[in-house]
């Protein structure tokens, strides 16, 4: 499975937009870019999952860029529930369903 | 929808004995995994059951195991527990329609030894 690497933690204020970028510089032509949030005490939950170019759902956009060496999460104008851990995660979507989680970044928002 | 559910939530046992924490996942899904999450490893990879079977397993000792039963339900048990076992055990399930890497995290259980 393709290491990744991203920021420890950020900081950021109610209303911004956060981005968060993770460098996966080994990534395969079959690895796809998940990310998950977790909160204090909970289980991780899927945000959004991409292979190339931009995804957008309800919650947030992937920006993944032609090389596919880094992607970044954008969260839009963040409120205080939006302080959690974020994970980044790459490898093939074949079905077997083994994540390997990182450190994550964890995104504290301030009021 | 309902949810993937753990049981119990929170759990206290003493070094050497031994627990069965219990997973329902999502209904539908026919795969359930088993995660670690301490402060120190962060979520590690315990093992993940497919229609019984199990098809992945972490690098764990043999006295974590896990088991699937024909309605999706799992089990995982750990035997002579250790202080170092004290963690979060966290269920995901995922169907087999759906996306390898779209899990869907139960809350855990809290577990401490000591």
């Not at chain 1, 510089?25 to 079959?30: F, G, Q, S, Y």
């Not at chain 1, 992937?62 to 970044?72: H, Q």
Request: net charge positive; glycine share 8%.
């Amino acid at each position: 499975l393709a290491k990744t690497t991203q920021p420890i933690s950020m900081d950021s204020y109610e209303g911004q937009e956060v981005n968060i970028t993770c460098s996966h510089n080994n990534i395969a032509t079959n690895d796809y870019i998940t990310w998950y949030q977790q909160f204090p005490s909970q289980g991780p939950r899927f945000i959004i999952q991409g292979y190339k170019t931009k995804v957008t759902n309800e919650v947030a956009s992937l920006f993944i860029p032609a090389d596919r060496k880094s992607s970044t999460l954008s969260l839009p104008r963040v409120s205080l529930s939006d302080t959690a851990v974020y994970y980044c995660l790459v490898g093939p979507d074949s079905g077997y369903s083994t994540l390997t989680f990182g450190k994550g970044t964890m995104l504290l928002v301030s009021p | 929808k309902a949810g993937v559910t753990q049981t119990p939530r929170y759990l206290i046992k003493t070094r050497g004995q031994q627990v069965t924490l219990s997973c329902s996942p999502i209904s539908g899904h026919r795969s359930v995994s088993w995660y670690q999450q301490t402060p120190g490893q962060g979520l590690q990879f315990l093992f993940e059951y497919f229609s019984e079977t199990q098809r992945n397993k972490g690098n764990f000792p043999g006295r974590f195991s896990g088991r699937q039963f024909s309605n999706s339900r799992s089990e995982m048990n750990v035997s002579t527990l250790e202080l170092g076992d004290s963690a979060l055990y966290l269920c995901a399930s995922s169907s087999l329609q759906g996306k390898a890497y779209e899990q869907y995290f139960g809350p855990g259980t809290r577990l401490t030894v000591t």
